[in-house]
């Protein structure tokens, strides 16, 4: 069961540490550049809004991924709009929907890609 944003950034390392992506760990509290788990060749947010996430908040994570030279990750409790998943899937960006009860779904092709294959890296 997630309960809070904390518990929802820790499950999402746990989802990306089961991937095969190395030393995953939820980033401090703070001034995280929007990063709130990172790992090895790996930026994710985490988001547990109302509202679906949109393609300006992709876009930024995109931003700092490519800085950071890594993949990208997003997990949203209230989904994508139709704008974004578009988006993600050109900038493949990873994207995972998650439900309180800890259950996950690919949201499109580069997720999908990841639970079939796992990390490459």
Same mark, same amino acid.
């Given at each position: 069961? !997630?309960? =809070?944003?904390?518990? &929802? @950034? ?7 540490? *089961? ?6 760990? %939820?980033? $401090?509290? =703070? &001034? ?6 990172? /790992? ?8 547990? @809004?109302?509202? $679906?996430?949109?393609?300006? %908040? ?6 700092? &991924?490519?800085?950071? %030279? ?8 209230? =989904? ?5 998943? &578009?988006?993600?899937? %050109?900038?493949? !960006?990873?994207?995972?929907?998650? @439900?309180?009860? =800890?259950?996950?779904?690919? *949201? ?6 990841? !639970?079939?294959? /796992?990390?490459?890296?």
């Amino acid at each position: 069961m !997630i309960k =809070g944003h904390e518990a &929802a @950034e820790a499950y999402a390392a746990e989802v990306l540490a *089961a991937l095969g992506f190395q030393h995953v760990v %939820r980033t $401090p509290t =703070g &001034a995280d550049g929007g990063i709130d788990v990172k /790992g090895v060749g790996i930026v994710a947010q985490v988001k547990m @809004e109302a509202l $679906p996430t949109s393609r300006d %908040r992709l876009q930024a994570l995109f931003g700092v &991924a490519t800085v950071e %030279r890594s993949a990208a990750a997003f997990f949203s409790l209230a =989904g994508y709009t139709s704008q974004a998943l &578009a988006w993600a899937d %050109r900038a493949e !960006i990873a994207l995972f929907e998650f @439900e309180f009860d =800890g259950s996950l779904l690919a *949201a499109n092709a580069t997720a999908e890609h990841l !639970i079939t294959h /796992g990390a490459d890296v």
